[in-house]
């Protein structure tokens, strides 16, 4: 009897069980007492192991180096025992697109098999990389398609960071150039929730601010959240990177419906979070991220709210063309209501630029991402062998 996706299932199986073990542990992602603690693991003095770790340091974060041999200013033994015990191997690409507009998207697969995906957006001489804090994302906002895929896990520090240095090895940015750096700023909107996952994002964003490092500015980096109002504050305090808000609706009602976790955190706690928040006082902004859905939030009366529910805020108002997905039950508003609604809140004096939608064509604009794999947990996995097997969801 043919049990439809049996055979995939099988290889599958197959392929899984032919991996190579994943014995060696990857320096990437280490903070730099923990490359001290990895290089006296491997026979390093105490009291040289902290020059080591500023040294490793420097070849993997500066030069972006992923082989040990081509530290040179470590000594032959060092190299080759770090070689014996340590990696500095990227996650996987399982596959990369190129948009029509330049837009570049990279399916990653980590260790584990799982994957993310992260989006690499140009502008003519600089760009933003956005990168996912999670596999899948628990948030299940109803507009959004990432929230539609089940299997969910934090990504760890390591696979944050990750995309970042696979988006510098295909521009060749390395080392860590000063100016004219076309992978400039770092966005947190990608798949998952990052304030879900703060530890590893935040030790991932240290990773990155560090000046010795990958050197990205603080200034250039903004973290997005659904509004996950207690980590709001600390995001702040510890890391002070740009702000971010899904807004999307101004009234509790309908964010309730849009995003459950506003039952959770009430716009009111989510205001007061942001007014709280340090870069608020100082010149920089927070930005409303605010997703235009056709019939539903974009009247000229939810502008006007909009404007009074955000008062005292330093902020600007970022507005998303809702870009649709297999399935998604909403439009986007028309262009010329869009517009209305745009100049009601700059009419306000907050700046309301309409988001240009980037990498449509490969599904890799705002809420587009979703890693094909859904795949379960491996007991699940070997009971079911259906939901397994089955065909990856449309990406292209
Ligand atoms: N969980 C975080 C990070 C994801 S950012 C957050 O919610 O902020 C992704 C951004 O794209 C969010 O503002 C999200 O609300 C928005 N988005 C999701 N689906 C979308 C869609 N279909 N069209 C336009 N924007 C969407």
Redesign the pocket.
Known sequence: MEIPGLGTYINRMNELSASPPDTLTSLIGMDRAELARAVEAIGEPEKSAILRAKQLWHWIYHHGVDDFSHMTSLNGALRDALAASYTLERPKITREQKSQDGTRKWLLRFADGQEAESVFIPEEDRGALCMS?QVG?T?T?R????GTQRLVRNLDAREIISQFMVARDAYGEWPSPRDGRMISNIV???????LFNYDNVAKAMHIAMDPEGLSISRRRITL????VAPLIERCGAELGVGL???L?AVTDDLRDEL?PINRKYPLAQLLDACRRYPSASNARRITF?Y?MLKGINDSRADAKALVRLIAGIPAKINL??????PG?P?ECSEPDVIAEFARIVNKAGYSSPVRTPRGRDILA????LRSESVRLPRAARLSKPGPAAAPPVALT
Do not use: D, K
């Open positions: 804090s994302c948030l906002c507009f959004c398609h990432t947190m909107m990608g798949m998952g929730e990052p997005s959240t659904a509004g971010a808000i899904s999307h995003m991220e997703v998303i063309p809702f870009n649709a997905w998604a909403y604009a705002c809420g587009q």
